[in-house]
């Protein structure tokens, strides 16, 4: 007769996983979405007239609800909205969502009423948009070298060969994990780099969809991008230093902010705040990081050249590769700093 087999270490290690899994659920920490969630079905009808009318309905109740908003999401919005921001509104940060400041593939932005006990009277809320909506492109590009990040902003264990199968067969959870680790770089280098001076909003919370941190502007207006602004000519050289400042306050972090340009830094008041930064990219194992920045350097460079400011995209690019990383890919750093006159010693 052949002995059964143990499966207490296969029972402990799925319990492991359904905890781990449960960890990433975007719904965890909403009572209400957990109560509207549903065993999925192997075939979804038409909708009905009658159906339509109810949902429109329940929607009408939950904003009615304790989490109340000035602002008026349309229908297809309006659900993964409250519950992406309710969290926000239980913990006391915001009170209310009163205008949409920016829509966008991967992500909208609102303007809230921050709680008084934040100290500051409003706040934006950057809500990452459901898959459906969502088309996050090349992010293969900026993954490279990157660990994945839990809801906490920790590194996920490597060795978990499920969650990578997951991930990598880009299931519905694979999606949510994904989607996470995205959000929480973004999150834990707004707050390395607000720690340290960095011209960046200042983060107040996040969870699995949504990033709350400080809002730029009045209750009027948002802050432009750079891209809208025509700046004077006594102003544009001191904020193309600031921007070239907080670039290398990131690569001195190991990071380069993988996207930078005009339409992602924002003007208020004679000042500037670098935002978007879910696709930094990891200086340390990512063997495109030198080209990525070079980019982000040339679109600075080409912004501020029409604003009066003329500087050498390539030459400003190797100084601080060198400055901070000590070598460039393809050449011998002592000649190439020599040539600059830079001395690493």
Not at 64 to 75: D, V, W
Not at 181 to 190: A, G, I, P, Q, V
Request: net charge negative.
């Amino acid at each position: 007769m052949n002995p059964v087999p143990d499966r207490s270490y296969l029972d402990s290690a799925n319990d492991e996983y359904e905890a781990f899994e449960e960890q990433f659920d975007p719904l965890r920490h909403n009572r209400r979405a957990r109560r509207r969630r549903k065993p999925k079905a192997q075939h979804t009808p038409k909708k009905t007239q009658h159906d339509i009318v109810e949902a429109i309905a329940e929607t009408a109740i939950a904003l009615e609800g304790g989490f109340q908003i000035s602002y008026q999401p349309s229908k297809y919005e309006a659900e993964w909205l409250l519950a992406s921001l309710e969290s926000f509104y239980d913990e006391h940060l915001i009170t209310d969502v009163v205008a949409l400041v920016k829509g966008g593939k991967e992500a909208s932005v609102y303007q809230c009423a921050a709680d008084p006990s934040t100290g500051v009277e409003w706040l934006a809320a950057k809500v990452y948009r459901p898959r459906k909506f969502r088309a996050l492109r090349n992010d293969a590009l900026y993954r490279e070298g990157r660990e994945i990040l839990t809801p906490e902003g920790r590194p996920v264990k490597k060795n978990d060969h499920r969650l990578m199968r997951a991930i990598g067969k880009k299931s519905a959870f694979g999606v949510q994990v994904s989607q996470t680790s995205w959000l929480m770089y973004e999150y834990t280098m707004l707050h390395a780099l607000h720690a340290v001076g960095g011209a960046v909003p200042r983060p107040f919370g996040a969870n699995d969809n949504a990033i709350l941190m400080g809002y730029c502007g009045d209750a009027q207006i948002a802050a432009p991008p750079l891209s809208e602004v025509r700046l004077e000519p006594d102003e544009a050289p001191a904020l193309f230093g600031e921007v070239m400042r907080n670039i290398e306050l990131m690569l001195a972090r190991g990071f380069v902010h993988g996207d930078l340009s005009a339409y992602n830094i924002l003007y208020w008041d004679g000042t500037i705040t670098l935002i978007d930064f879910p696709q930094v990219v990891a200086v340390q194992g990512n063997r495109n990081a030198y080209f990525i920045l070079q980019r982000d350097i040339q679109r600075v460079c080409e912004y501020f050249a029409r604003q009066g400011v003329r500087r050498d995209a390539n030459t400003l690019l190797n100084e601080l590769w060198l400055r901070q990383i000590g070598w460039l890919p393809g050449q011998r750093a002592a000649e190439e700093a020599a040539s600059l006159g830079i001395d690493l010693d």
